[in-house]
């Protein structure tokens, strides 16, 4: 339940003044319900009462008609209310959740983000949200509308019928229904959990038949891989059922302790009246009242029954926005690049994902000078890419510095590091839409006459050429290019840039030996001033640098 606490604070936050008169309307709801029902059952047995009696003709029966009018039609209005205020203010507050949660996703830390993908993001982000719409309209909306209405309900009828039914009503009320709601919450966690986490396998396996249908039909798997997407719906549907019974077994004990309770107060008032403490038209009312207000806590045992998929969403959801929180700002210096400095130096430069955590890289030193190139070498998982992602300022050192002509990157300011560094990662994302477009993307109002050399310069112009030139279309995510053309059209809108450093993480992986010289020397024909750090496993790169590091020599882990 402490997961879905920071939830609750960030829908009622904003919207606690729609809300509130949303809850207010609720309570107005099931007041009006069971000041109706026990309206109709006292006006009921006050008119028998009088036709026994021999009054039935001076009996007002004008009054409590038009009682029991006004409640329904007030009910109903009221209801209406409740809905629009409560509904557009849970979406709204779904609508920021969702804004919140992109932006915290979008300032992930970069060492995290090669390890997601979108789709799968996307995904439970959504699966995520759908979760915690029930939060406010299910769960906390209910309860204190079902607390109030008690409280309210109690009052009147201590005041109108007599204290020992207040009494017999509160505790059939704890006795009964409250551990039967209980037991709905505790025994639906799992099964209600388990059937969400399900039901996002079965999208994401889905999502993966569909991509991928061409390449499976080919290799005779189709067939398989559906099998696969039907095992996650089955189990889906098994939760689901299992989460179905323990509702409904939830519902059994709840309205067995609404039939006690209602048994209860009919016996009461029976007694009173017998006794002349009360007229029976009043014991009625205080039978039908009972009834009613146990109807009042049936709405919660729904919210209950979903608790389980909204806990396991909160905690997610609060798990990206507490990983997704700005860092602190880098320092601001007034000071300028040393001309005469390094391009690129680390000094001592250590690196651990956590705090308290083991050294990845330890007191790692080197220095690239404009139109060198240097070869990171080391096994994989020796910590290539991190230095990387380090000269990049995309992570930051935990002892040491590295700086870019003499100036320490953190007192680079954001725009100037980027015209200056450009990093290759190994993953690179291509848009669907026109070559030329993809290129403009690192250099708007690019021409012709540059798209084309630097296509040159990554072996890639005599492709782009078949392919029906610049303007010719690619699919989702580079859908139309092989794995090297992608990955060979990504450096080339990474080229454009023109940085005075470049850095490339294993730029000529998934190219053959002729190609990857070809690249190569074409990288450095059209940035002959740049320094270039490459991650290299290959021979064509080793060949192509000036000079290597064995990067495992610095690797603590």
């Known amino acids: ?90 979406l709204r507050g779904l609508a920021r959740l969702r804004v919140d949660l992109l932006t915290a996703l979008s300032t992930t830390p970069f060492a995290r983000l090669p390890a997601l993908r979108a789709s799968e993001q996307l995904t439970r982000l959504t699966r995520d949200v759908d979760a915690l719409d029930g939060v406010a309209l299910r769960l906390v909306i209910p309860l204190v509308a079902a607390v109030a209405t008690l409280m309210i309900s109690a009052v009147a009828l201590w005041i109108l019928v007599d204290p020992a039914l207040v009494v017999w009503l509160l505790a059939s009320t704890i006795a009964g229904i409250l551990p039967a709601l209980g037991l709905v919450a505790m025994r639906s966690r799992k099964p209600s959990r388990l059937s969400q986490l399900a039901l996002n396998a079965f999208r994401m396996r889905f999502m993966d038949l569909i991509q991928a249908r061409a390449e499976l039909t080919i290799f005779g798997k189709l067939d398989q891989r559906a099998e696969y997407v039907m095992d996650a719906e089955r189990r889906m549907r098994k939760e689901l059922e299992r989460n179905d019974r323990i509702e409904r077994a939830g519902g059994f004990l709840i309205s067995s302790a609404e039939s006690l309770t209602a048994a209860g107060a009919l016996l009461i008032g029976g007694l009173l009246a017998r006794a002349g403490v009360i007229d029976p038209a009043l014991a009625a009312l205080g039978f039908f009242a009972t009834l009613a207000i146990a109807e009042a806590l049936g709405p919660l045992r729904r919210g209950l029954a979903e608790i389980g998929r909204m806990t396991d969403a909160a905690r997610r959801v609060n798990r990206l926005l507490d990983t997704g929180k700005p860092q602190a700002a880098f320092a601001r210096s007034l000071t300028h690049p040393e001309s005469n400095a390094p391009l690129l130096q680390f000094k001592d430069a250590c690196f651990s994902y956590r705090e308290e955590g083991p050294l990845l890289i330890a007191d790692f030193n080197l220095q690239v000078a404009s139109g060198e190139t240097v070869a990171l070498t080391g096994a994989s998982g020796s910590g290539k890419s991190t230095i990387m992602q380090l000269a990049a300022s995309m992570v930051r050192p935990t002892r040491g510095t590295v700086a870019i002509l003499g100036k320490d990157l953190c007192d680079w300011e954001e725009p100037r590091l980027r015209e200056t560094v450009s990093l ?86 998934g190219l053959d030996r002729d190609t990857a010289t070809r690249v190569l020397a074409g990288i450095r024909k059209y940035l002959p001033e740049s320094g270039i750090l490459l991650a290299s496993h290959r021979e064509a790169e080793l060949v192509f640098s000036d000079r290597q590091q064995d990067v495992a020599l610095f690797c603590e882990t």
């Open 1 to 90: 339940m402490r997961s879905l606490l920071p939830i609750i604070r960030r829908i009622w936050t904003n919207d606690w003044w729609s809300l509130l008169r949303g809850a207010a309307l609720s309570v107005a709801v099931l007041v009006a319900g069971i000041a109706l029902l026990g309206l109709s059952g006292w006006f009921i047995a006050a008119a028998g009462v009088a036709g026994l009696a021999g009054a039935g003709v001076v009996f007002d029966v004008f009054r409590p008609s038009a009682g029991v009018r006004f409640l329904a039609l007030g009910r109903t209005a009221a209801r209406y209310g409740e809905r629009i205020l409560t509904h557009d203010a849970t």
């Open 424 to 509: 290759l990662p190994q993953r690179s994302a291509l848009l669907s839409g026109a070559i030329r477009d993809g290129l403009a993307v690192a250099r708007p109002g690019l021409n012709d006459e540059d798209a084309w050399a630097v296509l040159s310069a990554v072996a890639l112009d005599d492709v782009i050429e078949a392919r029906g030139g610049l303007d010719s279309r690619l699919g989702e995510s580079g859908t139309g290019l092989s794995g090297g053309e992608s990955r060979r059209l990504a450096l080339a809108r990474v080229l454009l840039r023109r940085p005075a450093l470049l850095l490339l993480d294993e730029p000529t992986e």
